[in-house]
């Protein structure tokens, strides 16, 4: 619909950032008071380096997956927060981290450490939630597998980053 791709990919990064906005304030909204989150919003919207949300990069995006992730992981909507994962682990490796923070909700809901023994209930319902966590590291994968499919390398990524100096910092 739109013929430059500049600005339709400028376009989409900046929806995925205004979404991943909306998605941080409903986030914060849960824990704290409404003055809060729009502040929240306020502060990573004018964050000095804020611009690259609305960039042809990835950053809006694994935004908008981050916060969605955390969202369902805060409701214990746990499917969903495994996709959301998913799809931030594709978007950026540092998106495999949010299977950490979705275990250790389960385990902060279901404790399934107090009394272990005299509560098998607990841990098999937390044994079976922390499944859906392994949906995150599939987004990892699936990405390498990309990096393979179009460089015969899973990490080319590595070598791609050289051109804008970057590397394993």
């Not at 004018?46 to 990835?58: L, M, R």
């Not at 250790?104 to 937390?126: G, L, Q």
Request: glycine share 8%.
């Amino acid at each position: 619909l739109i013929p430059s791709t500049a600005i339709s990919g400028m376009l989409v990064s900046s929806v995925c950032y205004a979404a991943g906005g909306c998605m941080l304030y409903k986030l914060i909204c849960g824990e704290y008071s409404k003055k809060i989150a729009i502040r929240s919003v306020i502060y990573i919207s004018v964050f000095p380096f804020a611009f690259f949300f609305g960039g042809i990069i990835t950053e809006g995006l694994f935004f908008l997956t981050v916060t969605c992730c955390l969202y369902y992981i805060k409701h214990h909507k746990w499917l969903r927060a495994g996709i959301w994962g998913a799809l931030a682990a594709l978007t950026r490796m540092q998106g495999v981290f949010l299977a950490i923070a979705m275990i250790a909700e389960i385990f902060e809901t279901y404790k399934p450490f107090k009394n272990f023994m005299r509560n098998e209930k607990r841990v098999i319902a937390a044994l079976r939630r922390s499944l859906y966590s392994f949906l995150i590291p599939i987004g990892t994968t699936v990405y390498l597998a990309l990096n393979y499919w179009v460089d015969k390398n899973p990490f080319a990524f590595l070598e791609h980053q050289k051109h804008w100096h970057q590397g394993p910092m």
